[in-house]
Each structure stands twice: as C-alpha cells, then as structure tokens.
C-alpha cells in the first residue's frame, strides 16, 4: 500500500502518468490499485461530483461520501441528495460543524456569512472537514481547473496535512475536465441532476451566499458575489491563493486552514 506522505517525486510521477489519463482510470488507481482502504468522496452532489460518485460506486460500492452539512444548503441540494443516495445505495457520511445555525448566530451575531464570510466557511467547512479528514489517508475531489483561476493549476495528485503530523493524499480525477464533459457524462449514463442548474445556478453553495449567474459571468462568479471571496478554503490551492506551482509537490497548508480545533 501506498505511503499517505508520497514525496514529491512520488506526486511528480503520478501526475504525468494520469495527465492525460480517463477519470476512471485514476479512480481505479486510487481505489483499487494503490491500496488506500481509509479513502473517501467529497461531494457536495453537484453535478461534477455527482459523476464521479456514479464512478466510484461502481469500482468500490460503498465508498464513504463525504458531505458538508452546513445547515445553510438549499433545500433542492438536500432533497437531491436524498434522491441519489436512495437511488444509487450510497454511503454518505453528513459532517457537522460545531455550531448549528442558531448556536453560529448566538455565539457571533446574526447573518455571519455575510459580515465575515471567511468566517463562516472555517467554521461550517474547513474546520470540520479537516476534522473528518482525520480518519482518511486519501480524499477525492471534483474540482475543474477550467472553473477558476484559482484552480487553473490544480495537480491529479497532491499531498496535503489535515493537522500537524497527519499527511493525506488528494486525488482530482477530472481536473482536465470541462463543464461539457460533465454535463455528457450525466447524460450517457442517465444520471440526475440538481434541479437548481436548471434555474440558472452554475455553481451551487450554502444558499446564502450562491446566486444565479447571468450571461457573460464567470462560472463561480454567484459564489460569495461582491465579496472577493472565490473559495471556501478546503482545497490545498485555495489556502494557497494558487500562489506558485503545487502540482506535483507537497503542499503545506497555512495554521490557520490546516488546523481543525477540536
């Protein structure tokens, strides 16, 4: 089985192997070949990780998904969610932060999402995700590099620490994708989708701070619009505001991002 910690000629070798590689064949990679047996999905059921459920579910049936329960989900997310799960037989694992909306609202004032947005996102994302992410040697992500400028750099396969001492591998099987290779692959094998993307929403958040986006737009640009914000801070170029190379080499999250407190 493969070391968590791979060293950065491990993660450069990876890479070029997989760069021009199908997403399956990544994905069969990380859940068979290399031995992982903590590794997990992270989805928000958007229509990205919505594929790579359906592809995971067929290599490795039961695989943990992994699900931000912020408490602030449009109540279409939720409801899909529940759609896929019952359909697909998924084993999705709801992770909670430590404040639920009204205790978040008691304990630092009403609306903090919109007052502190950063804020908010560590404490109903980043926190417990790394919290969760504990128990795990490897994550996979559905992240695009076409989605944002933020992700333009994103590696197949990149190290990162949860916690001081605690390395775990992330595995991005459709960097290379595009939102019409998603939209294809949903369609050829008869998958639903969020019906909030029927309404207009290119990218789907917390409903609070997820807009539609209008023509001309950017695809993230109804997340946290007229913020600056552009991530939420659980991915390792977030923390990094894609400042220098990260593919193929370990990245060392800021204190701030890579410390979950308990």
Known sequence: MLDAALDDSQLTGLNARFEDAQPEEILQWALVESGFERIAVASAFQREGTAIIHMAQRIRPGIPILFLETGFHFAETLAFKERLTEQFGLNVVDITGQYTVDSQAEAFGPRLYERDPDACC???????FNRALRDFDAWITGMRRDSAWTRAKSPLVTCHEVSPGHPIIRINPIANWTQRDAWVYLQEHGIPHNPLYDLGFASIGCAPCTRIIYAGEDERAGRWSGTGKIEC??????????????????????EAEATASD
């Open 122 to 128: 560590r404490l109903n994302k980043v926190e417990p």
């Open 233 to 254: 801070g659980i991915q390792p170029e977030a923390a990094l505001a894609n400042d220098g190379e990260v593919a193929g080499e370990t990245v060392h999250l800021p």
